[in-house]
């Protein structure tokens, strides 16, 4: 409900789980956010558990007739807690770390839930996930299937492995979040697979089970996976005609994109993704698992911010933050676009303003020439979109804290599920060593 007037046409508008009251108060999911840094402070990441909800009901439905495990990209948000939400719909964890792994078990993920992908597990990692007894290992090079091998046998086990195969497939996202293409350093060449099958007969402490794949992120066209699938599909018959090898079932990887601003409308339609699958790997009738990360958190989230100080140079006029690029850094790392929303709404007209942070960096910016009403210090603002790879990548850079994060109950409830980690507590584990 928006109260746009037609003088201010041009005001950011709102969109997801975001919208202006009558009153022109921002709520996320129906909670007005203003009075939540009054009690946790600011900067603030506040994400929306009804979002989260209802993008996993989104999902499940859309693929009804594949039924998948939906195994959740840990990395995109990996506070226990929002885990703990995703989990309690029976969803599963995908996982890169043996860090990302602990925190999937903390959050009541369970172990046959979960599986182990990243380019470079070390040895304890490997045995962390064969400890943990996980659905599978995703592997990606000769190397590791050898130590993946190795640390089994050292346990007595004999670990379960999908071949993560990197179909060479473009998936027209941003160059520095694009994963299946050649020249990329994830997966294996699609076609060194069917060798590598035959090769692994000789491990006799790993256990072929899957092939998997994971072609990028933010994707906005099914047809890079819609290829990739026919790829794997194509991979998977080869295998078991030529090779006898029959896989017990295929893991599609993540990478569905969302909407950043309202222009995006409402992104992809999963609809559209499980008719591609169901196309290309539905006549192969196995268990499917999907991965998504930032589809289910993404627009989920906020990070609210204070106008500190304001000021005009040249012909800039400048909103200098209280967040940096120490708490949100996607902007500085991939020069991605987040819609920007004042927590109260204005009737006066925009003005393009320049929204940068106290970080001593050029990079330190996170819009130019971004059309708001003219703020003022004090005002408040919502950077959207901020559910997924915003809080994970915060650091200390420049001496600051990582930011607080609370979660809104599925009731509406409030509840602060990580402190702010200050300075002081840096500087604690240094004097005390
Ligand atoms: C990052 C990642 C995902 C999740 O990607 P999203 O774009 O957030 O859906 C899934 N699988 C693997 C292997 C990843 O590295």
Redesign the pocket.
Known sequence: MSVVSPENALAPRPFGPLSYDADGVLQLSGVPLAPLTAQYGSPLYVYSAAHISEQIQRLQTAFARLDPLI?Y?V??NMNTHVIAHVASHGVGA?V?SAGELKRALAGGVSPEKIVF??VAKQPTELEAGLEAGILQF?VESWAELEALNAAAGRMGKTAPVAL?VNPDVDAHTLAK?T?GTRGNK?GLPFDDIPALVSQMEALSHVRLEAL?M?I????LKIQPFADAYRRLADLTRHLAEEQGTRLQRLDM?????IPYSPDDGSGPDPVDLAAAAVEHLGPLDLPIIM??????V?NAGVMIADVVYTKNSYDHRFLLLNAGMNDLMRPALYDAYHHVLPLMHSEVATVPQDLAGPICESTDVFAKQRLLPPLDEGAQLAFCTAG??CAVLANHYNGRALPAEVLLESDGTARLIRPAISDEDMIAREQTL
Do not use: M
């Open positions: 195994c990209a990395k995109a995908d890169v992908a990243g995703n993560r979040i994963t994830f998997a994971h990028g992120s933010q994707l990887g993540g990478g569905l994109g991965e998504p990360g930032r589809f289910l993404g997924a790879y």
